[in-house]
């Protein structure tokens, strides 16, 4: 079956930084989505890698290893405004997005 | 304003009711989907839609059938709602022929509590 795993739930302090991971195993692979979405609201796009490295977008940064089957999402300098669920999801070989549950992020002062 | 906008927010019923969810999006996309969110937080995809043309049609029951009059356009039907038909439903869209790399856009969800 295809499975994706990310941590249920992951607290950070406001100012600082924190790694989000997230595990995939799927038939084929031709990209990995991380998505925002705050209580109460839609997913909103973050970023996509295709190819294994590191993408930085601002304060969030996006890395991949295939051979690994991992992904991960760096936030930086951590504001309250960051408290949200963060969504790692893969498009398998048939261009299906399988979604994980995904890591709700609370942010501390 | 260039969104995805579905209606209503909030959709309150009993159960045995029939009800619809409407989508519309005016940012030109060839693809629509209906997505459910239940409350622990999985997407799962319902229908696809491409140019008005059915591509994915998951494992849902037949009492859900969507409807898509044109390709800006995405409705959702249930009919004989039951409880655990309760849950967050989004509608999205995306750009395909950019590429499948083509993120989607949400709706801002539709809350569905049947009681």
């Known amino acids: 079956g295809q499975n994706i795993d990310q941590p249920t739930e992951m607290t950070a302090t406001e100012g600082a930084i924190v790694q989000i991971n997230c595990t995939y195993q799927t038939s084929g692979f031709n990209g990995l989505f991380w998505y925002q979405q705050h209580a109460g609201e839609a997913p909103t796009f973050l970023s996509y890698?295709?190819l294994d490295g590191l993408e930085e977008k601002g304060r969030f940064s996006s890395f991949l290893s295939r051979s690994k089957g991992y992904s991960y999402l760096l936030l930086k300098e951590l504001q309250m405004k960051d408290s949200a669920s963060y969504l790692c999801?893969?498009?398998?070989?048939?261009?299906?997005?399988?979604w994980g549950a995904g890591t709700k992020l609370i942010i501390k002062p | 304003d260039t969104a995805v906008s579905q209606t209503p927010k909030y959709l309150v019923t009993q159960m045995g009711n029939d009800k619809s969810i409407k989508c519309e999006q005016n940012l030109g996309h060839d693809t629509m989907y209906w997505y459910k969110q239940d409350s622990k937080k999985f997407l799962k995809i319902m229908f696809s839609?491409?140019?008005?043309?059915?591509?994915i049609n998951e494992t849902v029951p037949n009492r859900f059938s969507p409807k898509s009059p044109d390709k800006a356009h995405l409705n959702l039907h249930i009919n004989s709602l039951e409880l655990g038909d309760s849950a967050v439903y989004f509608c999205?869209?995306?750009?395909?022929?950019?590429?499948?790399?083509?993120?989607?856009?949400f709706g801002n969800g539709t809350r569905l509590t049947v009681t």
């Open positions: 999205a869209s995306s750009r395909p022929v950019d590429g499948f790399n083509s993120p989607l856009h």
């Open positions: 999801a893969v498009l398998d070989s048939n261009y299906q997005l399988i």
């Open positions: 839609y491409n140019n008005k043309e059915l591509i």
């Open positions: 890698n295709v």
